[in-house]
């Protein structure tokens, strides 16, 4: 059995070898192998015909699930199980596509039952597969915004979001169920994928928020919008009148 082990982080890739060489011991004719990213592992799968490759999706430059892209003249002749952080709502992306895949971090029970379930499975729609599943990552960028957390990723949808709060090239980002998430990323990262939602607002160079979210609008000491999680946010002078027209129109 010859297995490929793709990801881009050098720990990732010895922690499933060694699982894979404490669970197949016996195994006489098993293989490993390794490869960093995308490109190397496609010239290693040309190379060694793996039997199974377990990919990881977020790798720099080129994401697993491109893998297609490079076998477009090629059958594939290999089972491929995703191994990714991608949280829960994504999960039902995979679940719907029934294509495998193993939720890091791995645990070893179930690297055990997708390596089995691999070597029993034909290999009709495979391609089929993977296509639909990019479709699905695809939409999904089109529906959600996706927050880079410790442990992997959140797809949130933007209706969620309450507000943004920057600091520097952070952004902390408050949600409807009253957590909050800090971000390396710069709030601008945000805004330029919410501007096209009409209803989020910047009403200060530090602050963008979701007007869905509004409690209260005082005009004493300057100008302060409330919010349903009890945050105070401020508007700038300059923006003063510009928000209350804003408000006007839309409510």
Do not use: C, W
Not at 20 to 41: Q, V, W
Not at 125 to 149: H, M, N, S, Y
Not at 223 to 243: C, H, Q, W, Y
């Amino acid at each position: 059995m010859k297995i490929l082990i793709v990801d881009d982080e050098l720990r990732a890739r010895k922690l499933l070898r060694r699982m894979l060489n404490t669970l197949f011991k016996e195994e006489k004719d098993m293989f490993l192998s390794e490869a960093k990213d995308l490109p190397k592992a496609v010239e290693l799968i040309k190379e060694e015909q793996p039997d199974i490759v377990l990919l990881d999706i977020e790798m720099p430059e080129h994401s697993g699930l491109e893998i297609l892209n490079f076998f477009k003249n090629t059958p594939i002749n290999f089972q491929l199980i995703f191994t990714t952080a991608y949280n829960d709502y994504a999960m039902e992306a995979f679940r719907l596509n029934a294509t495998d895949y193993l939720l890091k971090p791995i645990d070893i029970a179930e690297l055990e039952k997708a390596i089995r379930k691999a070597k029993t499975m034909s290999m009709d729609r495979l391609e089929q597969k993977l296509e639909d599943l990019r479709q699905i990552f695809l939409e999904l960028k089109t529906t959600k915004i996706v927050l880079d957390v410790p442990n992997g990723f959140m797809f949130i949808s933007p209706d969620d979001v309450i507000a943004l709060i920057a600091d520097g090239m952070y952004t902390t980002v408050y949600l409807k169920d009253k957590s909050k998430t800090v971000i390396a990323k710069p709030i601008r990262h945000f805004i330029e994928r919410l501007e096209k939602h009409k209803y989020f607002y910047r009403p200060h160079r530090s602050y963008y928020i979701n007007l869905k979210y509004i409690k209260e609008f005082s005009k004493k000491d300057g100008a302060t919008i409330i919010l349903e999680n009890g945050m105070s946010i401020p508007v700038a002078r300059d923006k003063k009148d510009e928000f209350l027209f804003i408000i006007k129109g839309i409510f």
